[in-house]
């Protein structure tokens, strides 16, 4: 009986994956999706409540933001819907009415919390309508061919198939983080200045936008070094932060509480304790800690890829370099490693008077004139800064953008938070660029060093 079983157990999963190597979806696998789906969304609406504090949002903002991240999600089980409704030989138009009902019932419980009972009903009623559909028999010749040669001709091409193509190197890893930092300290800026104001939503819908792409960088990272997760591991921590978010004062989720409880007793202190001390720690240190943390995975080196892998990333730097090399930049503007620092010097000479007009005017027309230069002189800045990434061959890539970036957070973040002066930081805007120098020039083409020059008298 038990071997009867197993065997049952093993053709089962065999036939679904002979069903997903034909665009289909069987109904165990649709109801697996459709609740990692699920669990995955509500997990995000925790994380989002507990990190953002969503629920302080007024009723209706608090709604469309649980649509938006709901209809999000629901665009990745919209194929999977698709997919069943192929197996089941039905129309394609169904999955709309199908979707639009898994978002009522999950959402229902924001716009009336009172009612998850009717959204639990709901949202079981499209899982058993899903599920309870039989599919269509598969075809005679994928069904001969056994399952032996399912691992040679299924399991490779479905790997290949949904392979990330996202590939972080340990320097590239360690500037994303530095891009990533410089974006985010603006954010906890305005987020501590606006007091509770518009400034604070803004400041967390950046954090999210922010919190998206690190998710995909720090996902590069893991796949570069061949440490990416299997899907079980995500669909695990779904359910752990489901478990730890689940309050306990809901009704008819008392025993969820309890079993948290019961496996992790000291849950409750932990989460206490944590609480307290980050309520002590302002934004600055955490994002501290939060680079800090990551920075060993820097340390991994990075996995022998695939021949494609290769092939298709030496594509992009040779896209990357040919566009940079059509790009026309002015001779002017090219500098070489001595000439920059002396256009520096010179740019920051014609900073200084108008610092001290701004100072002086106290808000009047001297401020915004002096603002005015500013701009005129960071235009002239990032162009020679440009020329001068140009000249050591580094143009093709994010170098010069993420220069700007951080030579200008490094610059007014310290201004921002009175830290330093107006000519504090200016002298932290000149200081910091001292490295450029230190990058040699690239040689010149064959064609271009074998033009004879010109010679006057």
């Not at 009172?114 to 039989?134: A, K, P």
């Not at 990330?164 to 305005?190: H, M, Q």
């Not at 720690?281 to 995975?297: D, H, R, S, T």
């Not at 500098?335 to 610092?355: D, K, N, S, Y």
């Amino acid at each position: 009986m038990i071997k009867g079983a197993i065997r049952a157990i093993i053709g089962a999963s065999e036939t679904e994956k002979l069903r997903q190597s034909s665009g289909r979806l069987g109904r165990v696998n649709f109801a697996l999706r459709i609740l990692a789906i699920t669990g995955t969304a509500f997990a995000l609406e925790f994380l989002g409540g507990a990190l953002l504090h969503l629920t302080q949002l007024p009723h209706v903002l608090y709604v469309v933001q649980r649509v938006i991240v709901f209809g999000a999600l629901g665009t990745v089980l919209l194929r999977g819907i698709g997919q069943r409704l192929a197996d089941a030989g039905l129309a394609r138009w169904y999955r709309y009415p199908f979707i639009a009902a898994w978002l009522l019932s999950v959402s229902l419980s924001a716009a009336w919390p009172s009612g998850w009972r009717v959204g639990l009903g709901l949202f079981l009623l499209v899982l058993i309508l899903g599920c309870s559909i039989r599919g269509k028999p598969l075809p005679v010749g994928l069904t001969a061919v056994g399952a032996t040669s399912i691992p040679e001709l299924v399991g490779p091409a479905r790997g290949q198939q949904h392979q990330p193509k996202l590939f972080n190197t340990p320097v590239s890893f360690l500037r994303s983080l530095l891009t990533l930092a410089c974006l985010w300290l603006p954010l906890i800026w305005l987020e501590n200045i606006s007091g509770g104001g518009i400034g604070v939503w803004l400041a967390r819908l950046g954090y999210c936008i922010l919190s998206l792409v690190w998710f995909f960088i720090l996902i590069g990272r893991l796949n570069d070094a061949g440490h990416l997760p299997r899907k079980r591991y995500g669909v695990l921590l779904t359910g752990l932060v489901l478990l730890l978010g689940t309050p306990g004062h809901l009704p008819g989720l008392g025993w969820l509480t309890r079993l948290r409880d019961f496996f992790m007793p000291s849950y409750p202190f932990v989460a206490a304790t944590l609480e307290a001390w980050l309520r002590h720690v302002n934004g600055y240190e955490k994002l501290a800690l939060f680079l800090v943390v990551q920075i060993p995975m820097a340390l991994w080196p990075s996995k022998r890829r695939s021949a494609a892998s290769a092939t298709e990333s030496d594509r992009r730097d040779k896209r990357l370099k040919g566009r940079a090399a059509n790009a026309k930049t002015s001779d002017l503007v090219n500098c070489g490693p001595f000439e920059f620092p002396r256009i520096l010097f010179v740019i920051a000479l014609f900073w200084v008077p108008f610092i001290y007009m701004d100072r002086a005017s106290g808000g009047g027309i001297g401020t915004w004139s002096a603002r005015v230069a500013y701009c005129v002189l960071a235009f002239f800045w990032m162009n020679f800064a440009h020329g001068r990434f140009v000249d050591a061959g580094l143009a093709h890539s994010e170098y010069s953008s993420q220069f700007f970036l951080v030579v200008a957070t490094a610059s007014l973040m310290p201004l921002a938070v009175h830290w330093v002066n107006g000519y504090g930081a200016l002298a932290i805007f000149a200081g910091i660029q001292a490295p450029t120098a230190f990058l040699k020039s690239k040689p010149l083409p064959e064609s271009q060093a074998d033009e004879p020059t010109l010679v006057s008298g």
